[in-house]
């Protein structure tokens, strides 16, 4: 099983990728626009194009790699508990805790620097703040989350051991409430008076947004026997409703973009996108014994998608920047753009872990990529 966990962290950071990639296409087709105007036909509108539609695509097939994320670590935690143990043991808690923090630390504080350097410079509460909620790129949010979660995790494993069906609806229906609280923002309307404060009170990088995922994770590790019984009864309809869903979350998507009467908006996971998720990960172990393609790449892969994910982010942001200044013209062709940042997004990353495990600096491997 921890091997097909590794494949499944090695799609994910592939769908991490792919999102991000998708995002910065965005960026070009509406954000970036005057750049290569003269490229495109008068009065060119994005909205509903080809390009439009292939980047939403992307999107959707990769949302599932947070929850997937997510999932993996709740499990692993499940297989670091002893069976004699009444919970999980703070010895693990802290050694996994040290391993994101230390490399999350070394990227965001260099990152903060190259910021400083162009002009963006902070408060000492900024930074620290900055720090604790990963704003020192937008995709850091995913460290601080995860480490929540390990130091909840001594609170829920015996919820997870004993009364996991109370556990996983417990946290679905904290998730629920908390997607529910998005949809004023989403549709671009005012929020009832009783749900003001808390619209923007649950930011994605705080624990109640994506509980579910972890302690569904958990629960799969003490009780998986059980749960691959119930999926072996129902993993067609897993795959058939995760199939499904891809075209129906873009049209549900699609949806909350017309009633909120804006051009564009920023990604939250919807209902669909929740359900599409649970139904990936059920399929994923529904068909445990299906044998993956490219599977020992996409272990390896897995092994080292924490340093991939701190690295690919800053490093597509500073090529599409690159790209913004130096070939502005490249930006007007997704089918050029998105295989350039989507190599460089996977290849920089690989190529300078590699580089580093067969240098001198080998020693400082695990500190800078975790």
């Known amino acids: 099983m921890i091997r097909r966990l590794l494949q499944l962290n090695g799609i994910s950071i592939l769908g991490v990728i792919l999102f991000h990639a998708a995002g910065w296409g965005f960026v070009a087709l509406y954000a970036w626009q005057a750049r290569y105007a003269a490229s495109v036909a008068p009065g060119f509108d994005p909205t509903g194009s080809m390009a439009y539609f292939a980047l939403r695509l992307m999107e959707q097939l990769a949302v599932f790699a947070i929850p997937a994320f997510l999932f993996v670590s709740g499990y692993f935690v499940a297989f670091a508990t002893r069976r004699d143990q009444r919970t999980v043991g703070w010895n693990v808690i802290g050694a996994r805790i040290k391993g994101l923090a230390i490399p999350y630390l070394i990227w965001s504080v260099a990152l903060f620097t190259l910021a400083a350097l162009q002009g963006q410079v902070f408060t000492p509460a900024q930074y620290l703040i900055g720090l604790l909620t990963g704003q020192a790129n937008p995709a850091y949010y995913y460290v601080p989350l995860l480490i929540q979660f ?22 679905a229906l904290i998730q629920l409430a908390v997607q529910v609280l998005y949809f004023p923002t989403l549709y671009n309307v005012a929020a009832p008076a009783a749900l003001e404060p808390f619209v923007d009170a649950l930011p994605k990088w705080l624990f109640p947004v994506r509980i579910f995922w972890f302690s569904l994770g958990m629960v799969a590790g003490f009780h998986l026997v059980e749960l691959k019984a119930l999926l072996a009864r129902i993993k067609w309809l897993a795959l058939a409703a995760a ?11 699609e949806t909350i973009l017309r009633l909120s009467n804006q051009p564009l908006l920023a990604h939250r996971e919807t209902l669909l996108d929740t359900i599409y998720s649970l139904a990936v990960l059920a399929s994923f172990l529904a068909f445990d014994k299906a044998r993956l393609p490219l599977a020992r790449p996409l272990e390896e892969l897995g092994a080292k998608s924490f340093g991939i994910y701190l690295v690919h982010s800053p490093v597509m942001e500073f090529t599409a920047r690159g790209l913004y200044h130096l070939a502005p013209w490249i930006l007007a062709q997704q089918l050029l ?10 290849g920089v990353p690989l190529l300078l872990m590699a580089l580093v495990d067969r240098s001198p600096a080998r020693k400082f491997y695990k500190i800078l990529f975790g």
């Not at 499904?244 to 049209?251: C, S, W």
């Open 150 to 171: 390990y130091l909840l995790a001594p609170l829920l494993v015996p919820l997870a051991r004993r009364r996991w069906r109370l556990l996983l609806l417990a946290t």
């Open 243 to 253: 199939v499904a869903l891809i075209p129906l979350g873009m049209v549900e998507w």
């Open 337 to 346: 753009f998105q295989p350039l940042i989507i190599a460089v997004g996977l």
